[in-house]
């Protein structure tokens, strides 16, 4: 299936890096301008470089999401870059699991206020754009209690609600907005792999909830994300898609 996305201009936050990285390599595999950021620079130059491979206009900064003057500053660099915005994907997570305040204050901070702030600077570019979109990158731990802490999960499911809230607000300007939730998702260096190492017995607890016997793919949960942001699918707006393995039993009605 063509996409539709060769040409367009798309942004990526927390793109150096599994799910994120997916979200940046598919589009520009498509022929689509890619800018990412993530919170090392390292990272950022590494996937910069394995992106232009692909022949498309690249761009990436080392961003600390929750410094709001940072990540503005990024996407008004990113789409003078890519000479416009036309995807804005939001996928950063503090991964805050605690049960105390700081958690709650962090995961406000970078999970829920990154992809509010995010929104709103890159809406004058989306605004210029026919095929406008926003998908955010929530959670599964959004949609039902588990065993990460209760700000993880309250603010997974607040970003679900604001995807939708935008767009009802934004359905008339063409701006499409819609959520993601995976379920666990395994990748080298990633929260999972570090709990494998760490913590066997919580690693082999959650394994064991997911009836595939195993976790996801980051590309699995990527292309379902890139999918949503595409042209392709041009009448969706204000969904929220659970990409998880059948690892949460609730009806979504």
Wanted: aromatic share 6%; glycine share 10%.
């Amino acid at each position: 299936m063509d996409l539709g996305l060769k040409g367009l201009r798309a942004l990526v936050t927390g793109g150096s890096r599994g799910i994120g990285r997916r979200c940046a390599e598919i589009p520009a595999a498509e022929g689509a301008h890619v800018s990412i950021c993530a919170r090392t620079a390292a990272d950022v130059e590494a996937t910069q470089a394995a992106l232009r491979s692909l022949d498309v206009t690249v761009h990436g900064a080392a961003v600390d999401v929750s410094d709001k003057a940072a990540l503005e500053g990024w996407v008004a660099d990113a789409a003078m870059a890519l000479g416009g915005i036309d995807i804005v994907i939001g996928n950063v997570s503090s991964l805050a699991v605690a049960d105390d305040e700081a958690a709650w204050q962090t995961c406000f901070e970078t999970d829920m206020m990154h992809c509010v702030r995010l929104v709103n600077v890159a809406m004058p570019w989306l605004e210029k754009s026919d095929t406008a979109s926003v998908t955010l990158v929530s959670s599964v731990s959004g949609r039902e209690v588990d065993f990460t802490g209760a700000a993880y999960g309250a603010f997974k499911a607040a970003i679900v609600h604001y995807a939708s809230s935008l767009a009802f607000k934004n359905a008339a300007k063409g701006i499409r907005a819609n959520a993601i939730s995976p379920g666990n998702t395994y990748f080298e260096g990633g929260i999972w792999q570090q709990i494998e190492t760490n913590n066997p017995e919580l690693f082999a607890e959650a394994l064991a909830l997911n009836p595939t016997g195993r976790m996801a793919k980051p590309e699995e949960v990527a292309r379902s994300v890139v999918f949503l942001a595409s042209p392709a699918s041009s009448f969706t707006t204000g969904a929220h898609l659970v990409v998880d393995g059948a690892l949460t039993r609730g009806v979504q009605l």
